[in-house]
């Protein structure tokens, strides 16, 4: 039996996607199958075909991952709750764009609301990295305060912009800016003890200064949108804090693209205010991963599939 006064759902971000998700919820809960069929008479495509059949190149284009993980993320929770209709969590949290899929999860942003914002912001994203290219990496084993002096070091020494973009979980963490900068940040990294130094296959600079174009034109398109107290409160990225009002979820959507995702703190927040039992609802397993790095002690549970969703609630 789940107490669900002590559960969070979870919902991952992008580098979660993975051609076929979705659709065993979709062909067993009506209630999946309707949010995909939304998705598409909204969008003008068929995004379900792209979620279900690939190719995996098209569905790894910024532009429809987005909104591919958004539907996708919301059809597994459709299915929760066909199961559990009494399935309400405690609060919520999405890592980087999931944030989007937790407020509309938490009925903070209508679907089709959330859809639109979602897909407006992988279009801005792209453009931006188009206009200001960028790179990221990925570092192992270094503490978070050995990982922000090197990126320092690395800006003044290339003249360049490199940052923190996600600190996901201890001796995990993420930089972010011009590729310059990021090649001395690597060197310095190596040079400081981590395990691993790895460029990511993207070409943009996520959660970085040079996504502030997109920033600017994405927070006309979140004034323009209808949001509402959630539900449950809502874990941010940019604060780690929980949101309760419209006027904190419209600053911190406005911040999250060049602002670093602090996921580490915002789980350890959640811990400190009593939640047990933490579910990632989404494809893959990204967040129960990071999440057994930090707070080993808590339930993890991931709902990927209609078998890892039945064997949950069995």
């Not at 973009?165 to 972010?176: E, F, M």
């Not at 693209?257 to 811990?271: G, Q």
Request: charged residues 20%; contains cysteine; negative net charge.
């Amino acid at each position: 039996m789940v107490d669900w006064s002590k559960t969070a759902f979870l919902f991952p971000g992008q580098g979660s996607q993975v051609v076929g998700m979705g659709k065993d919820a979709a062909e067993a809960y009506p209630a999946a199958r309707q949010l995909f069929e939304r998705a598409d008479a909204y969008l003008g495509f068929p995004l379900s075909a792209m979620c279900f059949e690939g190719p995996a190149e098209v569905l790894n284009d910024t532009i429809n991952t987005q909104p591919a993980l958004y539907v996708c993320s919301l059809a597994l929770l459709a299915a929760l709750r066909t199961e559990r209709p009494e399935a309400t969590p405690r609060a919520v949290a999405g890592h980087s764009f999931g944030e989007f899929t937790a407020l509309a999860a938490v009925d903070a942003l209508d679907f089709e609301d959330g859809l639109r914002l979602v897909r407006e912001r992988g279009r801005l994203m792209q453009e931006a990295g188009k206009a200001s290219p960028g790179a990221m990496a990925a570092l192992l084993a270094l503490e978070i305060e050995a990982v922000r002096a090197l990126c320092a070091q690395a800006a003044a020494e290339t003249n360049g912009i490199l940052v923190v973009a996600n600190d996901n979980c201890p001796g995990q963490i993420v930089i972010s800016g011009e590729d310059s900068a990021l090649e001395r940040g690597l060197v310095l990294a190596k040079d400081a003890g981590a395990r691993r130094a790895i460029r990511l296959a993207v070409s943009i600079a996520a959660h970085s200064p040079l996504m502030a174009p997109a920033a600017e034109s994405f927070a006309v398109a979140i004034h323009e949108t209808r949001i509402k107290p959630p539900g449950a409160p809502v874990y941010a990225n940019v604060s780690a804090a929980p949101l309760t009002a419209v006027a904190d979820i419209q600053q911190e959507l406005e911040a999250q693209l060049t602002h670093p995702v602090r996921w580490r703190e915002s789980m350890n927040a959640m811990v400190a205010d009593g939640l047990e039992v933490f579910v990632e609802i989404g494809p893959k397993d990204v967040l129960s991963g990071l999440m057994k790095r930090i707070a080993a002690e808590k339930t993890t549970v991931t709902v990927n599939s209609i078998d890892t969703l039945r064997s949950f609630l069995n």
